[in-house]
């Protein structure tokens, strides 16, 4: 097999299990982890490079949420996703992230910007509190 093959092939890797999981928030090590599980030996640098490659390209969008958590990644339909605003909520006690597409808060990001000059970066919002299930217990 040429070496561009197997660079072709883990990327097919890649996007297969991303997709997989779509809607989904993944770190490297739940990809190395589910690649390594599957039998397919790739190493962690190469899958944080093909996660990256894939981020500039447009299919996959890295969340760096704070310096305590790991880079969260998650695959992007091209056929399908839409560019909508979206927001995350963490759990402070599970660490669980949470997509959030909300109109309302669509129109507050609107809102920030128009009366106070201040345009929020959506891959870095956050709000922190604590899920349904943490809060059962």
């Not at 996007?15 to 599957?38: A, M, P, R, W, Y």
């Not at 201040?118 to 956050?126: A, G």
Request: aromatic share 8%.
């Amino acid at each position: 097999m040429a070496k561009g093959e197997y660079k072709t092939k883990q990327r097919e890797e890649l996007i297969e299990f991303l997709s997989s999981k779509e809607g989904e928030h993944v770190t490297v090590n739940d990809v190395c982890k589910h690649l390594n599980e599957s039998g397919k030996k790739i190493g962690t640098t190469t899958v944080y490079r093909g996660l990256e490659k894939l981020v500039d390209e447009g299919f996959v969008k890295k969340y760096v949420l704070d310096a305590n958590s790991p880079a969260c990644f998650e695959y992007i339909n091209p056929l399908v996703h839409c560019g909508s605003t979206c927001f995350h909520l963490k759990c402070t006690k599970c660490g669980k992230l949470i997509h959030l597409h909300c109109d309302d808060l669509a129109e507050t990001k609107e809102h920030i910007l128009e009366h106070h000059g201040f345009s929020i970066d959506l891959q870095r919002t956050v709000f922190y509190g604590v899920c349904d299930k943490c809060r059962e217990d």
